[in-house]
């Protein structure tokens, strides 16, 4: 059940269909994250910028959570990951990783990121960031493993773990896919932070526009999401992540089964006739 940091209603439950998504105000402040839904579109915010908006393990529990209700709400068209503050994220909490607190409990700690990234991919809706600041270290983890990120030009990346002695292994496996070996060599091995245009340049981001445009080019992002099937986005988005790592042979077999099941499907059926048609498909997202 979502607590009461969240927006949802208190009494309902995660696999409820909700009446949440016209506008509703965020919950006070004080929570790990603060959740909005608009139009379809749930932002969920990180809200502890006294810490840097560090992913601390209650603060993954909360994004987790949060990232993993109600998906099956047809409703539910883009997942936007935000934070509070000039440091999107700094990344773990150092506290949770001194040798007192044992290995097992930091295994479970950088463990619970990798649940969290896992399940950004599963998501059958895009997960966007939206980027006004630093993220580092396993802040620059969570913000590569979503499928596109928006950030504002004073944004900032890097993955300074080394300096503290502890290399940043996680983040560089979330950085390596999507940007060359050597920017992401770069990034781990020297520490030194990438500005957003030369994030942008190396791949890692998406979208870079100045921060007084940061809301109208994610409205722009999420406009365009919205007007497509949810059923076809969430058929390709899983293929999409599953044929990176196939022999590009296996891939082309495996698309040509996907796009044949892709048709089959009753929103396929109906672009195609629309189409043809001339005029605009009425989406039932099956």
């Not at 406009?223 to 390709?236: P, T």
Request: net charge positive; charged share 20%.
């Amino acid at each position: 059940m979502l607590n009461t940091l969240r927006t949802f209603t208190k009494t309902a439950t995660i696999g409820l269909t909700r009446s949440s998504f016209h506008t509703t105000p965020p919950v006070a402040a004080g929570g790990f994250t603060e959740v909005t839904q608009c139009n379809g579109v749930r932002e969920i915010c990180l809200n502890e910028p006294k810490t840097r908006n560090s992913l601390s393990m209650d603060m993954m529990n909360s994004i987790l959570e949060d990232l993993t209700a109600d998906w099956q709400n047809k409703e539910l068209r883009a997942i936007i990951l935000t934070a509070k503050g000039p440091v999107w994220s700094a990344g773990h909490n150092l506290k949770e990783l001194v040798p007192e607190k044992g290995v097992k409990y930091q295994t479970e700690v950088f463990n619970k990121l990798s649940e969290v990234i896992l399940n950004i991919y599963k998501a059958p809706v895009p997960v966007i960031a939206k980027v006004n600041g630093l993220a580092a270290a396993a802040g620059c983890q969570l913000v590569a493993s979503c499928d596109l990120i928006v950030a504002s030009e004073n944004s900032k990346f890097s993955t300074p773990g080394a300096n503290f002695g502890v290399f940043c292994s996680t983040p560089g496996i979330a950085i390596s896919r999507v940007m060359s070996r050597p920017q992401a060599a770069y990034m781990v091995m020297t520490g030194l932070p990438l500005t957003a245009q030369e994030a942008y340049t190396a791949g890692l981001v998406s979208r870079v526009v100045p921060e007084k445009d940061l809301d109208s080019e994610l409205a722009k992002i999420t406009d365009a999401i919205k007007h497509k099937s949810r059923s076809v986005i969430a058929l390709g988005k899983e293929f999409f992540y599953k044929q990176l790592n196939l022999p590009i042979e296996e891939a082309y077999r495996l698309g040509a089964v996907k796009m044949t099941e892709n048709l089959a499907l009753s929103d396929s059926q109906e672009g195609l006739k629309s189409f043809v048609e001339k005029r605009k498909p009425q989406w039932k997202h099956e």
